[in-house]
């Protein structure tokens, strides 16, 4: 069962995550504060961590350099900050995702899955191979037919997400989300469009019929073919 680690100093709201949380499976323990939440990390292992910005006794900040000295698991903030600084800091330090109160709750579990699938133990492969496209992650390389096929930073972070979330529908959304913070700026649909055209280019035998990258008519696009 998943473990998941909740900072919340709001009891009630904790108290609505948690219950949520616990009706899709997830094991979650919620802690108050700072200092309840190292005392969770010192003594049990978790999958991921919410982490509420602002605590009585500290800051999700202070808390999530903490995680990263001691543990490798996945981070989203819940923050009632919704000032474009607060979201750029989490982003910067490292932090998977972030969700400003007020949301709903099958938005939060829905990026739950969403960071727990790109941080799966397939997301911590060096080489991800689909058909005759291979990425090597730790050199951030790609190949067909075993050439070098240049490709962008932004390429690159698109293709590998496809890649970790293979046979999945991944919807604009989540794409552009996923997108958004490289180099500060931000994506838009028309934009993503043209990347996906470019990778196409790249990868498909045949662009206009593509076999890796598919269209999902309304909602988004598949990695159509299975990666190992």
């Known amino acids: 069962m998943i473990s998941i680690l909740m ?27 700072k200092q309840e939440a190292e005392k969770e990390i010192q003594e049990q292992s978790f999958d991921l961590a919410l982490l509420d910005v602002t605590l009585p006794d500290g800051n999700g900040f202070e808390l ?30 490292g932090a998977d995702d972030y969700i400003t109160k007020p949301f ?22 060096e080489t991800l191979t ?8 730790n050199k951030m390389k790609m190949y067909k037919n075993s050439k070098v096929i240049d490709v962008t930073k932004s390429e690159y972070k698109l293709l590998y997400y496809f890649m970790v979330n293979d046979q999945q529908i991944l919807t604009k959304e989540q794409l552009l989300e996923h997108l958004w913070d490289i180099d500060g ?31 999902v008519r309304g909602v988004g696009y598949i990695w159509n073919k299975k990666v190992i």
């Open 7 to 33: 900072v919340e100093d709001d009891f009630s709201l904790g108290m609505g995550i948690k219950y949520a949380l616990e009706k899709e499976n997830y094991k979650v323990i919620h802690a108050t504060n």
């Open 64 to 93: 999530f350099n903490y995680i990263q000295e001691t543990r490798d698991i996945p981070v989203i903030f819940l923050t009632a900050l919704d000032e474009e600084v607060n979201v750029v800091t989490g982003l910067d330090m």
């Open 104 to 125: 709903r709750l099958r938005e939060l579990i829905s990026r739950i899955n969403v960071v727990l699938r790109r941080t799966s133990k397939k997301d911590k492969k």
């Open 130 to 137: 689909s058909g005759n496209i291979v990425l090597h992650s």
């Open 185 to 215: 700026n931000y994506i838009d649909q028309n934009t993503l469009a043209v990347y996906i055209r470019r990778l196409r280019k790249k990868i498909e035998n045949n662009p206009s019929q593509p076999e890796y990258i598919q269209t």
